[in-house]
């Protein structure tokens, strides 16, 4: 359905602007004049909606538009001060709809703001945008209408999304430079051998001299990489996408994930942020109210590895039993005993969700500790690498010479 944007004046003949949700022009100034308020100006957003049809006019940034998590975040932040404020939520979302740049998003809210005015929950307003709005999201939401404390939940839920795109930001940026040092350090390596390296070491073939074993090395591996460098890209390009669709494959999920937790280093890492990624969410979840079976139903796909969910479904499975969270947990080899055991103190405490924010933040700290280690100890090995590779073209292409000097002397 288009989304248009109107200026109109109220009854006293204030000026008002805003978004609304229409089938076409006429019918969005019927409903203007039907909520009391005159129309003066309407037009359409030109939006494209990815993955769906064009609605209205498609501008060419429209087909790159998307939703960032940082957008979504902020206007949680603002909603939760309007709630607070005492502003309705159909006021407070028409508010933030007319402020929002993003055309993409801009239709969103005003789809969201049309059906929590026609009687629709929040919660169920934002499940039918799951693209934008996640299943934590739509639950913590959901929680917060039921206890009546939308305002507390939103503000919650604005500082968990910040607090996860800035832990995923400090990841991206201490990986960035060894990824960039690889990469750059592979395509001129590449371009050596296969461009480089063949122009120089044709003068030692057309000599028809014996010549060393690394020369003779370096010809072959140069003469291959000439010939065939096609056939390695398609090879290449082949393994990953058959990879790909191997992991999509319900044995393949399962031991690509079981890999990623026994990889040397970087297993350890990948626990690490599982385990961190669980109790955020589940904190959170239980801090705004939403039941533990149901907490654990939604971080079970938050955690994104199959051997944490099916411990997580074995929890469940034993809670309904009438069983405590931490003792199926214990017996897991992935959950590390250190949490397992506070835990425990959280549940005996009654301070889970105090308990679960400190074992995320411990292991958050120690994730990017790792990560940090990991990286300045990639960069030296780079540099050998590199300086090894390197070496052993020019002692390739330097025996020769030196060989043939000693033969002119």
Not at 34 to 51: L, N, Q, R, Y
Not at 146 to 159: F, H, K, Q, T
Not at 233 to 254: D, E, N, P, Y
Not at 278 to 293: K, M
Request: overall charge neutral; glycine content about 6%; proline content about 5%.
């Amino acid at each position: 359905m288009p989304v248009y944007e109107y200026t109109a004046l109220d009854t006293s003949g204030k000026n008002l602007s805003g978004i609304i949700d229409a089938d076409s022009a006429v019918i969005a100034r019927q409903k203007l004049r039907g909520s009391g308020v005159f129309p003066v100006e309407v037009k359409e957003v030109s939006v494209s909606v990815p993955g769906g049809l064009p609605s209205g006019p498609v501008s060419v940034s429209g087909l790159f538009k998307r939703v960032k998590p940082a957008e979504v975040s902020v206007t949680t932040r603002q909603l939760s001060v309007l709630l607070a404020a005492g502003v309705p939520l159909v006021g407070a979302l028409d508010a933030l709809g007319s402020q929002i740049g993003n055309p993409l998003f801009k239709k969103i809210m005003a789809q969201i703001k049309e059906s929590v005015n026609e009687g629709n929950s929040l919660a169920l307003s934002l499940s039918q945008h799951p693209k934008q709005f996640s299943n934590i999201y739509v639950n913590m939401v959901r929680a917060g209408e039921a206890s009546g404390a939308l305002d507390v939940v939103l503000a919650r839920l604005a500082e968990y999304t910040e607090n996860q795109e800035a832990l995923k930001g400090r990841f991206k940026a201490a990986l960035a430079y060894p990824l960039v040092m690889t990469l750059v350090g592979s395509l001129v390596l590449f371009f050596l051998v296969t461009f480089v390296v063949p122009n120089i070491t044709r003068v030692f073939t057309d000599m028809h001299h014996a010549l060393p074993l690394p020369t003779l090395v370096l010809i072959a591996i140069s003469s291959f990489f000439k010939s065939f460098w096609w056939a390695l890209m398609i090879v290449a390009v082949g393994l990953v996408i058959a990879v790909k669709q191997f992991i999509k494959t319900s044995r393949g999920h399962h031991l690509w994930d079981r890999l990623k937790l026994r990889l040397p280093v970087l297993g350890s890492i990948n626990q690490r942020i599982a385990v961190a990624r669980f109790s955020r969410t589940l904190g959170t979840l239980l801090e705004s109210g939403v039941p533990l079976l149901s907490a654990l139903d939604i971080v079970k796909n938050i955690v994104n590895n199959i051997l944490f969910g099916e411990a997580i479904d074995n929890a469940c499975e034993e809670i309904e039993a009438g069983k405590s969270l931490a003792i199926p947990l214990g017996r897991s080899p992935w959950f590390p005993s250190i949490a397992v055991q506070m835990i425990s103190v959280g549940e005996q405490s009654g301070e889970l969700e105090a308990m679960l924010n400190k074992i995320a933040d411990t292991y958050e700290k120690d994730v990017e500790t790792q990560i940090m280690a990991m990286t300045s100890m990639l960069e030296p090995v780079m540099i050998v690498v590199m300086a090894v590779v390197v070496g052993f073209i020019v002692m390739s292409i330097l025996l020769p010479i030196f060989e043939m000097s000693q033969m002119v002397q």
